[in-house]
């Protein structure tokens, strides 16, 4: 049976999906920090309004983009965190789950190992990154765009990366269009990818042209890789990435869905 609604609802749909699924690094499955626990961020951005919700470091949320347009869209505020963030669930009546549910064993080998080996920790080696996010745009011209990660692995207790920052790993503004991103946060926080992807859109690049500028901009000056997805206003996809992979996938103008080969 399908489902009507807005770009909003397909972009939350989207993400539970793969928060859900435990080949990504969000929601279950996540990474571990270097504590052991998982720590969760994730953000929904509303492009015609520019505001955003936005929840990080939560350990008892199943799926965090859930409470992020919770926060989106019942908050005065664009950001919690934390016990917070979890406090806020609890009163708009999201059920937290036992923070044991989000772990796999996969993840509690590879952070045996990555707290074995210096370097694995640092730079993540043989334990691939895998952050999630969507962008729609519907027939009312209403684009949201959203991102949701367990993080880096080994990760120090309370470390935010870029996901769930308005402008690093998300931004939407109804003017120009809609990004997410994925990669070595620290880097991506340096160059303020995602805003700055939508200010190259804004200056008349094409949606591809804006990703591939926006990842060349990522190595040259936030000396990190990673990758992002877009739409522009009008709904036309971009991509790039500079990880050995990114999986993606977009509806193209005939109705087709299109997945990276
Ligand atoms: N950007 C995420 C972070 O640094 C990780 C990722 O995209 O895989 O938290």
């Given at each position: 049976m399908s489902k009507r609604g807005g770009a909003l609802d397909a972009?939350?749909?989207a993400i539970v999906v793969l928060e859900d699924d435990p080949a990504f690094d969000a929601g279950i499955g996540s990474h571990l920090n270097l504590d052991g626990r998982v720590q969760l961020d994730a953000i929904v951005m509303d492009g015609a309004t520019l505001k955003?919700?936005?929840?990080?470091?939560?350990?008892?949320?199943?799926?965090?983009?859930?409470?992020?347009?919770?926060?989106?869209?019942?908050?005065?505020?664009?950001?919690?965190?934390?016990?917070?963030?979890?406090?806020?669930?609890?009163?708009?009546?999201?059920?937290?789950?036992?923070?044991?549910?989000?772990?796999?064993?996969r993840e509690r080998t590879a952070w045996r190992r990555c707290r074995e080996d210096q370097h694995a920790a640092e730079f993540h080696v043989d334990h691939a990154m895998g952050t999630v996010g969507a962008v729609a745009v519907d027939s009312r011209g209403a684009i949201f765009a959203g991102t949701s990660t367990g993080g880096?692995?080994?990760k120090?207790?309370?470390?935010?990366?870029?996901s769930p920052l308005i402008g690093c790993g998300c931004y939407a503004d109804a003017e120009a269009g809609g990004v997410s991103c994925t990669g070595f946060g620290?880097?991506?926080?340096?160059?303020?990818?995602?805003?700055?992807?939508?200010?190259?859109?804004?200056?008349?690049?094409?949606?591809?042209?804006?990703?591939d500028a926006s990842v060349k901009l990522l190595r040259d000056?936030?000396?990190?890789?990673?990758?992002?997805?877009l739409l522009d206003k009008n709904g036309e996809p971009g991509f790039a990435f500079t990880t050995p992979r990114m999986a993606f996938g977009y509806v193209a103008a005939d109705g087709n869905f299109v997945i990276a080969p």
């Open positions: 972009i939350e749909a955003a919700g936005a929840v990080a470091a939560v350990e008892r949320i199943r799926n965090p983009i859930r409470l992020a347009r919770e926060i989106l869209e019942s908050s005065e505020h664009m950001m919690l965190v934390g016990a917070g963030a979890e406090q806020f669930a609890r009163e708009q009546g999201m059920a937290l789950c036992d923070p044991e549910e989000l772990i796999l064993d880096t692995c080994c120090h207790a309370g470390r935010v990366g870029d620290e880097a991506i926080m340096r160059i303020v990818m995602a805003k700055t992807a939508v200010e190259f859109l804004r200056t008349g690049m094409t949606p591809l042209e804006t990703a000056r936030g000396h990190g890789t990673g990758g992002l997805i």
